[in-house]
């Protein structure tokens, strides 16, 4: 018989050498020390250390899930790094891989602890592991303390996430308890002493009932009634279709028009002669050739050159260089010789196309700098353009400055005054506001439909993930300005959709399950 338990413990040297190994460092059997269930696992270093680990796979976990639904706001972070440091890269992806390693560490650290639990191995984390236990906790920290200070509004995201994702973050939870439930109950049920077997189960229990209970405080506007689903948003091309041809040129519009876009936004600066021309940015410098036929002229403001200049520019080289975009194909042959011969586009241009395409126009219009010569009539030098040179139908235009509304509405009635924020719906009225044109992120489900009932449409901006689009299309938006409607277009239906009674019985199913499991484990 003794013989027989010295062959059974030898048996199982081999997993727990590895565990032990990776874990501490300790891969001979004299290095270790066993521990009865029920009895403290560790010294009283080890002990207070282990909380930091769980903390560090926490905070981790929260970084890594908030920066992944962050991509849909991926190129902001990248453009504001752009602005600070000079020079173009995806600063973005480069964040998602670290977090990603960084989890995956302290997660194996994580497991590989529990194992050691659940086999009465005593718990002695090696002092380089420490060192990055302390690593991990510290990025994780300072990147959300940092995020929150510079882009607070991403957590807006993180909470229209939820929306999307809870029902699944939920089943995932119940996992990891049914997964813990055997060092618990392993532990539980051998001690002799009633105060630490309450200490183990007490807060297991807690937990597990929370998570149980948790769905009925759940909220998804994408958990509805079969019929009651709207009509898919309209699609917006944000700059034309940026992640295909470079952005506020030709080519960015006609890949819109050719993906089947409803409408185009860009934005519109006046050149120093009157000429509106198409740029996003202050400067030329991201978007142009500016550094190598002006490059002493990088940081001055794109209206102080005259069309002359800028029509010489050129305005796609650009693209292909930096890729703007993590998720961008390669382009054909074609394409990128086209891409290559871009120049900064003309209002009156890109007007007439939209108008030739009946899409509908919405743009950004910058007021020139001081001492500007159109500083005081930027306005009516846009409206000129628009009602004179342009010929587009005046319901295409999606008329967005609030400056002079009255004016604008006085001279050219038939456009579509649009509103870039909430307000009462009586002063919208008031001043023949049809349609909003909001951030996505002040997404409320219960305002677009109030806006609605006002014959009030609502545009989400910038709108590029699938989940976030089928958020935005089970909440009503009327319609969405994206960089990927190319993507987007090819959805029949939102994302994550489901009736009450499909998500009651997955919910009932998850959680008579996971009871059924844990009560299995722990009669064992």
């Not at 600070?84 to 497991?111: C, R």
């Not at 898919?232 to 006609?254: D, V, W, Y």
């Not at 930027?378 to 587009?392: F, H, K, M, P």
Request: aromatic share 12%; glycine share 6%.
């Amino acid at each position: 018989v003794v013989r027989r338990r010295l062959l059974q413990r030898y048996e199982h040297q081999p997993f727990i050498s590895c565990l032990a190994g990776f874990y501490s460092c300790r891969w001979k059997r004299y290095q270790r020390r066993r521990t009865e269930p029920g009895k403290c696992c560790c010294k009283t270093r080890e002990c207070m250390f282990f909380p930091l680990l769980v903390g560090a796979f926490c905070f981790s976990l929260v970084f890594l899930y908030m920066w992944g639904e962050a991509k849909n706001d991926y190129n902001n972070f990248d453009w504001y790094n752009y602005g600070n440091l000079g020079f173009w890269f995806l600063w973005s992806v480069v964040l998602l891989i670290v977090a990603a390693i960084l989890f995956m560490y302290i997660t194996l650290l994580l497991v590989l602890a529990m194992c050691l639990l659940a086999e009465g191995q005593q718990l002695y984390l090696h002092w380089s592991h420490k060192i990055g236990t302390f690593l991990v906790l510290g990025f994780s920290i300072t990147a959300l303390f940092i995020l929150s200070v510079l882009w607070g509004d991403q957590w807006k995201t993180v909470r229209l996430s939820f929306q999307i994702t809870a029902p699944y973050l939920h089943i995932a939870a119940i996992t990891i308890m049914v997964l813990l439930s055997w060092p618990v109950a392993l532990h539980a049920i051998r001690t002799d002493k009633k105060v630490v077997q309450v200490i183990i189960v007490g807060p297991y229990l807690a937990i597990l009932l929370f998570l149980f209970l948790i769905p009925l405080g759940m909220y998804s506007p994408c958990i509805r009634e079969v019929g009651t689903l709207g009509p898919k948003p309209a699609l917006i091309g944000h700059r034309g279709a940026p992640m295909l041809a470079p952005e506020n040129t030709e080519m960015s519009f006609q890949k819109t028009i050719e993906h089947g876009g409803d409408g185009l936004e860009t934005d519109v600066t006046i050149s120093y002669d009157g000429v509106p021309f198409l740029m996003h940015d202050s400067t030329l410098r991201r978007t142009t050739n500016i550094g190598e036929l002006y490059p002493n002229e990088t940081a001055q403001n794109a209206a102080l050159f005259s069309w002359d200049t800028l029509k010489e520019l050129n305005a796609g080289t650009w693209f292909l260089k930096n890729k703007p975009f993590s998720g961008m194909g390669s382009l054909s042959r074609a394409d990128q010789n086209q891409a290559m011969n871009q120049s900064i586009y003309k209002l009156s241009n890109f007007l007439q196309l939209a108008d030739s395409q009946n899409k509908l126009v919405i743009f950004d219009l910058y007021r020139p700098p001081e001492k500007h010569p159109y500083r005081n009539s930027w306005i009516n030098r846009t409206l000129e353009v628009i009602l004179n040179e342009s010929g587009i139908k005046p319901h295409l235009v999606l008329w967005l400055e609030n400056d002079m509304r009255s004016f604008v509405q006085s001279v050219a009635p038939g456009f579509q005054q649009t509103m870039g924020s909430k307000a009462p719906v009586e002063d919208l009225l008031m001043d023949n506001i049809v349609k909003l044109n909001l951030a996505y992120t002040e997404m409320s489900s219960e305002d677009i439909r109030q806006y609605a009932e006002a014959n009030i449409t609502t545009n989400l901006y910038v709108i590029n993930e699938p989940w976030l689009f089928s958020l935005a299309w089970c909440s009503g938006a009327h319609s969405v300005t994206t960089n990927t409607v190319h993507v987007l277009k090819n959805l029949s239906q939102p994302l994550f959709l489901m009736t009450p009674q499909q998500y009651t019985i997955m919910w009932i199913l998850t959680d008579v399950t996971s009871v059924l499991l844990i009560s299995l484990i722990f009669a064992l």
